[in-house]
């Protein structure tokens, strides 16, 4: 392990079942973040990025290897310890909807995950770009991109050391992508930033290094500055990625 890595991986597998089928999601992943470090995670659909992110932030255990978060190991401490590891999380999820509860408002959202922090609601709100008139409204009737960046004033209510992001702009139009990203570019470098993205604009815009994976393994790991002629599967996905130039 890197003296100043946060959270590292070392030999991580993971196994899920669907039905008969065997699936190893993850196989024998090495990957390093450091404090303040961003890193996006590239790959095919199917290749393993959310189920890495699961066993980086500590909620899903690998079958193998191991995952240490500030020298910590994960596994092999108490539930109350992990549960304090988790706290330097902060997740924004693919779909925010689906991961408010519906009975909730906007503000009730992101307050619960302030607690008793003292952190003011409509400052986050602020932080994220929006209206704090939005605290007073049920997620359902906001945008897309409005939730997402609800989901992500939830995430930095905690103050995480690590912003997880999973896809945060998928399904938004080319605006609400923008704003989203403009969020997650001022957070960049005050934490540290996990970011999956099926798009390589996006993870040369917000990050310091691009991890890619290809069937649950690590194939590239590379700086964003020496991406061109990098390993085949950025390669592939640098030709994929129309409008850039490389
Ligand atoms: N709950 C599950 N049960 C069984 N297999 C699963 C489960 N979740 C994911 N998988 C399988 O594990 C592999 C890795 O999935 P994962 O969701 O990590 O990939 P991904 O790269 O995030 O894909 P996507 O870009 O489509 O979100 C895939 O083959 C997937 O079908």
New binding site residues.
């Given amino acids: 392990m890197r003296d100043e890595a946060l959270v590292s991986c070392r030999g991580v597998g993971r196994v899920?079942?669907?039905g008969r089928r065997r699936?190893e999601?993850l196989r024998g992943v090495d990957l390093d973040v450091a404090a303040g470090e961003s890193v996006a995670v590239v790959?095919?659909?199917?290749?393993?990025?959310?189920?890495?992110v699961g066993v980086l932030a500590a909620l899903d255990r690998p079958h193998t290897g191991r995952v240490t978060v500030g020298g910590v190991d994960v596994w092999a401490v108490s539930e109350r310890e992990r549960r304090a590891v988790r706290r330097r999380f902060g997740w924004i999820p693919q779909d925010a909807l689906s991961s408010f509860d519906p009975r909730y408002t906007a503000g009730e959202v992101v307050a619960e995950a302030v607690g008793d922090r003292g952190t003011d609601v409509f400052e986050l709100f602020a932080r994220v770009g929006l209206d704090p008139g939005m605290a007073g409204r049920r997620p359902v009737t906001l945008s897309g991109g409005e939730r997402q960046r609800v989901a992500i004033a939830r995430a930095l209510a905690t103050d995480p050391d690590v912003l997880l992001a999973d896809?945060p702009t998928s399904g938004l139009d080319v605006l609400a992508q923008e704003r989203v990203l403009d969020v997650l570019a001022v957070e960049r470098g005050h934490r540290a930033l996990v970011l999956?993205t099926?798009d390589l604009r996006v993870a040369l815009r917000l990050a310091d290094r691009v991890v890619a994976?290809e069937e649950?393994r690590v194939v590239a790991d590379v700086p964003v500055g020496g991406l061109a002629g990098a390993a085949p599967e950025l390669t592939r996905l640098l030709e994929a990625t129309p409008g850039l130039d490389h």
């Fill in positions: 899920l079942t669907a699936i999601a790959g095919r659909s199917g290749s393993g990025k959310s189920t890495l896809e999956v099926h994976l649950g």
